[in-house]
């Protein structure tokens, strides 16, 4: 399992919620929100990670909290 996250640094260009939509959405905020704190490995989590302009999204290992690379 991997744990997603979106950091505050999140400017809402929705580039995560096209290229995981299963993963990812806009809140309230015009800002992403992962739609699950925890994800079975995902390829499209981490091509959602690695094309986000701000680097908000971190994805690790759920059990030791190791960043997982794309």
């Not at 919620?17 to 704190?37: I, M, V």
């Amino acid at each position: 399992m991997w744990k997603v996250e979106v950091s505050p640094a999140c400017i809402g260009t929705g580039v995560c919620a096209g290229t995981a939509p299963r993963h990812f959405a806009l809140g309230p905020d015009g800002r992403s929100r992962p739609l699950a704190a925890s994800v079975d490995a995902d390829e499209a989590v981490l091509g959602a990670a690695a094309s986000c302009p701000m680097e908000a999204i971190a994805v690790t290992d759920a059990d030791t909290g190791v960043p997982i690379e794309g």
